[in-house]
């Protein structure tokens, strides 16, 4: 069994100011239908660190996130945010505080890289208060922290996949807000266009904001992570900073892998190299260890 780090401050991670965490699931019980996909799950995202939540298909990754960002809402427990029920607050004050990229998002047709990413604005809106400088200002920000201020004017269904989420995190920037949550912002992106989405996700944690995302690609996961959530069948398996989670029996318990962890060439974190039934020469692929 893989050991568990308490999700109230997570080993070898600096989990803020000591202050009360941003964001908890408190005893969540999350289902389609009957079906129950998060059972009586406990978590809580450390205040600015990037957290990222890994498990096997199925076990309810994108679910968590999506019950987080309170686009689910739970059969029972509750999400707090702030020290708030997150179910008792409204639209807005969540998006105020809570910015969401969801999985494959899709632009209106036509749509340009400037007016989509003003959209973030729009909690910001009111009878009361417009479109303002400030408003400008910050879209103008949003765009060249993430690199695509010249493709303002650009059609959004004309960019590459790499562009596309940049302007889509862009958007989620404009929303002003210093909580992240971004659900597989890597997928269908080639590896290049992973690294480069994933270093600006970095940026943005230190430049002050705390990161929740899901990824598939462990090892990509352990290098941009300082928290890692691994869930099993609905529940979480353990919690923790990657060198001290990542381990080759945590990785045959949660994914049935078999695989061996070394120590990332160019960082400090874990390398986890798979076994597979071919192409280890002098490795025994049922336990991973010289065959003899």
């Not at 809580?44 to 939540?53: A, E, N, S």
């Not at 404009?174 to 290049?192: F, H, I, W």
């Not at 318990?253 to 874990?270: C, Q, S, Y």
Request: hydrophobic share 40%; aromatic share 2%.
């Amino acid at each position: 069994m893989a050991t568990q780090c308490t999700t109230g401050t997570v080993t070898g991670v600096e989990s803020g100011t000591g202050a009360a965490p941003r964001l908890e699931a408190r005893g969540v019980t999350v289902g389609y239908g009957e079906r129950a996909v998060i059972d009586a799950l406990d978590v809580t995202v450390p205040q600015g660190v990037v957290t990222t939540i890994i498990g096997p298909n199925g076990c309810g990754k994108s679910t968590l996130l999506r019950t987080l960002s309170r686009l689910l809402k739970p059969v029972s427990g509750s999400v707090v945010l702030d020290g708030e029920d997150i179910g008792r607050l409204k639209t807005r004050e969540v998006a105020k505080k809570l910015g969401l990229l969801p999985q494959s998002p899709v632009a209106p047709e036509g749509l340009t890289v400037a007016d989509l990413v003003a959209r973030g604005r729009h909690p910001h809106q009111g009878w009361l208060r417009q479109w303002s400088s400030d408003d400008a200002s910050v879209v103008e920000g949003a765009l060249e922290m993430t690199g695509v201020a010249d493709l303002a004017d650009r059609s959004v269904d004309t960019l590459s996949g790499g562009q596309r989420q940049r302007v889509w995190i862009s958007m989620t920037l404009a929303q002003g807000t210093d909580l992240l949550l971004l659900d597989e912002p890597t997928t269908y992106l080639d590896l290049a266009h992973a690294i480069d989405v994933l270093d600006l996700v970095d940026d943005l944690h230190e430049s002050g904001r705390t990161v929740v995302m899901v990824l598939h690609d462990l090892n990509l996961a352990a290098r941009y992570s300082d928290n890692l959530i691994v869930m099993k069948a609905g529940s979480v398996l353990a919690q923790g900073h990657p060198g001290e989670v990542i381990t080759a029996e945590l990785l045959e318990e949660a994914f049935g892998l078999r695989a061996k962890v070394i120590d990332d060439p160019v960082g400090d974190r874990p390398l986890i190299v798979p076994i597979g039934r071919t192409h280890a020469p002098g490795v025994d692929a049922r336990t991973g260890n010289p065959s003899t």
